[in-house]
């Protein structure tokens, strides 16, 4: 085992990429979770998305959402965007910090962007031209970075392509995301040493899924291999809703709890985000896939 | 990342560990699981436990089953004990391999056999001596090796204590079994750092469960960190019926796909342990909480 780090910064991304598959939920009910999530002590939540209203239902309200935001000064708070325009409207919402996230793949790129990955990457300058522009930070978060549900493996070099040309861009941020929740140790071992020396001194964020139940086992691997950043949602939301106990992202208490017990400082409080998890779990109606949730704490020293 | 090995034994423990909380289940229904288990290519099972009946009612059945094993001449079967009277049993009914269990902690182990952790160590020799004398292996398990739900924290100095005492008693192998789910990646490296140069050339085995979702991620360090063997249960079997979605042991299905992607040989089947996964659902009459079992392979390059 290598030398992990003394501290991991955590992104909840449970307003986003917890929400987008679910019903929309009213933004009175956002707001509750949000400040339940704030409440954690997390220092950066990944608010909403700026995409099509019609593709992301339950991200309609972005705009209304943006506008409550200055209610929690002490998250940094930033949006998901797709195109210039998006980068757009999430700047004129007030967000401070926008993340443009490119497929690796071209099949996912056109399932989820109507143009394959190289044209969507293309877009990296712009965008992070448009948010310079404004004072606004930008992370790129190259999805599908392991596999892609069309396409399978995705060559590592794609992914390295996609991180030269935000670091030629001048991005604040690179992540590198498991999307469909297929990534293993060894091969997120494998990609961050790779992409790690390419982009220099940038921080390095990781995106797990725990679809296939390796999320935590990636998330650390991932640490150990000299990510700084990692993304969780409270109570492992992000399942789909169609399927029962289907993990989503991390659960935000289950990370928590494994790099606490691994000397890796963290911002997030475990009992505020098992009170958070419960409060998802309210909103959403229906029960989430966290196993601290379900199990507690261990009893400590 | 240090240097996983290119093979790691995996035992199943369904029949045991899997189905020992279960309501009992008719034998044939046990053999008809076997059999499916069996069909995966995994080398050795731990078939079931020579403990009190009334403690363990769904293991009621040990010597019935134990007959009928000579129909599964692939697999190498072992059944646990906690006594010498129990090994007697054990190697009676046809027994060519037995696991003393030995809990490290005061609490767990009064709890489990009615005597200090001490007391239950100080019967190794005996148990050793009673197998081998039958020529029959032992399998020392070092149970709450991280955590007991009694006394919290466990003493790493307790687990090298009865590692030394198996060493010294000949036993043919060791495992260190994180009996109640609270392990993380740190602590599983750093014990056995410890354990592993303490036991010099005996195999050394651990066990996980997935109550805090740590489970695989733990399983991967011990791996990294030197264990050659590891248990798993198909479809996570093990979780307190009482608790729906509560995991058990870590999935079979779910360790083999992450060991199969991180490079590393296992004998298990993916298929044949999602299909075997699906058996034992139908046996317990109620969901595994396997992620394998409800997110699939991914697809391969």
Redesign the interface.
């Given at each position: 085992?290598?030398h992990?780090p003394h501290h991991v910064d955590i992104r909840d991304v449970s307003m986003r990429d917890g929400l987008q598959i679910e019903e929309p939920i009213p933004l009175s009910a956002k707001l509750e979770l949000l400040a339940a999530i704030a409440a954690t002590g997390v220092r950066e939540m990944e608010a909403t998305a700026f995409v099509s209203p019609s593709k992301v239902p339950a991200l309609a309200d972005a705009a209304q959402l943006a506008a409550e935001l200055h209610n929690f000064p002490g998250v940094e708070f930033s949006a998901l965007v797709a195109s210039p325009n998006g980068a757009k409207r999430a700047i004129a919402a007030g967000l401070r910090s926008i993340e443009f996230v490119v497929s690796a793949a071209d099949g996912h790129s056109r399932a989820n962007v109507g143009r394959p990955s190289a044209e969507a990457a293309a877009q990296i300058p712009e965008i992070t031209a448009i948010a310079h522009d404004s004072g606004v930070t930008v992370e790129v978060i190259i999805a599908t970075a392991w596999?892609?549900?069309f396409?399978?493996?995705t060559d590592p070099q794609r992914v390295l392509d996609i991180a030269a040309a935000a670091v030629d861009a001048s991005a604040d941020r690179v992540a590198i995301a498991d999307t469909?929740?297929?990534a293993?140790?060894?091969?997120v071992?494998d990609l961050i040493a790779r992409v790690r020396p390419l982009i220099g001194g940038i921080p390095l964020g990781a995106h797990f899924h725990?679809?296939?139940?390796?999320g935590?086992?990636s998330?650390?691997?991932a640490v150990?291999?000299g990510v700084s950043r990692l993304d969780a949602s409270v109570g492992g939301l992000g399942g789909c809703p169609f399927?029962p106990?289907?993990?989503g992202n991390i659960?935000m208490e289950?990370l928590v709890?494994?790099l606490r017990?691994?000397?890796v400082h963290v911002d997030v409080d475990l009992d505020a985000a098992l009170a958070a998890a419960r409060v998802a779990q309210e909103a959403v109606g229906h029960?989430l896939?966290?196993?601290?949730l379900?199990?507690g704490d261990?009893?400590?020293?």
């Open positions: 085992m290598s992990p596999d892609c549900p396409d399978g493996p469909i929740g297929t293993t140790p060894r091969r071992s725990n679809t296939r139940g390796a935590l086992a998330a650390w691997a150990v291999a399927a106990g289907a993990s659960a289950d709890y494994l017990d691994s000397d029960g896939p966290s196993s601290l379900r199990a261990r009893i400590l020293g």
